[in-house]
């Protein structure tokens, strides 16, 4: 039987298996106890992928005119009905002589007719959507000169040009030309104009239910020199909204004894009153009230007649404006009259 160790070996036996521990000289396994359940590794959740299962298709016009352009705007809708954004399609028309799609979807209208647009992309469709185009419409008539000078027995010729909304003329529209008094000028079906009397008539022109016109003055010229109208108030081609209010002054070799304003079938005797310094110069004014006259394009014709009886007529075209709210501009106005330049045509009676 052995005695104890000596307290220097033992403390030298403790050293040694406190090393080999360290070292790893253990058999200790890493692997899972057998019988156990192994602990799943944790991984990220995969997102689920959009399928596009349908399309929807909208137009931004369904009526357009020849030569107009509209956008096709497709949506694409996943199985749950959400919308998917980047999904490239393509488009088709089933009448491309009447309406034609390009790649981009913008559609542009070629003839009248009637169409049908659909859109596609990954063999998924959407309904087909209705277009019709209609023929260019007829907006604005023109006439041009918008006033004419003549004596009895000359002759002139006007011109009117059918405008589109874009304000471009549109060929092939058929044109009737109407005197507002015949026994003063006449017109024939080609704008032709017959000057017969003295006086002032309107021209009109009429296509597809729009109408432009222009003033015909036809006077002979007094032997004393022209005796001039200035307009002061409206001005030409001057938005009105509810009230005219007409501001004329009258130079003349004579005396002016009456001053008279036309506006239709309407007739005031405008009143004389100083403007300018010290008074120096007569102004004629009155006033109409345009409740009832409808919107569009209209002339006042003013009659200044001297005191050996000689009248002179003059006429300018100002705009009936419809509403203010409709952006019409308010009336403008000036603080001075002023008389028109030499070369203005004058007319005398």
């Known amino acids: 039987m052995l005695g104890p160790l000596p307290v220097a070996r033992r403390r030298a036996l403790a050293l040694l298996l406190f090393v080999g521990s360290a070292c790893g000289g253990g058999s200790e396994s890493t692997a899972p106890p057998s019988g ?24 931004s016009a369904h009526t357009m005119e020849v030569g107009d352009l509209a956008k096709a705007q ?27 799609v390009d790649t981009a979807g913008v559609l542009t209208a070629r003839a009248p007719g009637d169409a049908q647009i659909q859109a596609s992309a990954l063999g998924v469709t959407s309904p087909w959507r209705s277009v019709t185009v209609i023929p260019v419409a007829v907006t604005r008539v023109e006439v041009s000169p918008q006033r004419l000078a003549l004596q009895p027995g000359q002759q002139g010729v006007l011109s009117a040009a059918a405008l589109n909304r874009a304000l471009r003329p ?11 008094d015949s026994t003063i000028a006449r017109v024939s079906s080609t704008g032709a104009v017959s000057a ?16 432009g ?11 004393a020199g022209p005796t001039k109208i200035a307009f002061a108030t409206p001005l030409a081609d001057q938005p009105i909204k509810d009230t ?5 002054g009258v130079n003349g070799p004579r005396a002016i004894s009456r001053v008279e304003a036309r506006l239709r079938d309407r007739m005031i005797t405008l009143d004389s009153t100083p403007v300018g310094l010290f ?18 394009y209209h002339y006042l014709v003013v009659t200044a007649t001297d005191a050996l009886g000689v009248a002179t007529v003059d006429s300018i075209r100002f705009e009936r404006a419809a509403t203010l709210n409709g952006g019409d501009n308010p009336p403008q106005r000036r603080d001075r009259l002023r008389l028109p330049p030499p070369s203005r045509k004058i007319s005398h009676e």
């Open 213 to 223: 016109a222009a003033a015909v003055v036809v006077a002979i010229p007094d032997p």
């Open 244 to 248: 005219l209010k007409v501001k004329v």
């Open 196 to 211: 017969l009397r003295n006086g002032v008539a309107t021209i009109s022109a009429t296509s597809e239910g729009r109408t």
């Open 279 to 296: 008074g120096a110069v007569t102004a004629w004014v009155g006033t109409f009230d345009l409740f009832l006259l409808g919107s569009g």
């Open 74 to 100: 497709p949506e694409g809708m996943d199985q749950r009905g959400n919308f998917i954004p980047a999904v490239r399609f393509s488009f088709a028309s089933s009448a491309p002589s009447i309406v034609t």
């Open 36 to 59: 156990s359940t192994p602990r799943p590794t944790p991984t990220p959740e995969q997102p689920t992928g959009q399928v596009l299962t349908s399309a929807n298709l909208a137009l």
């Open 170 to 180: 549109i060929e092939g529209r058929a044109i009737t030309w109407s005197s507002s």
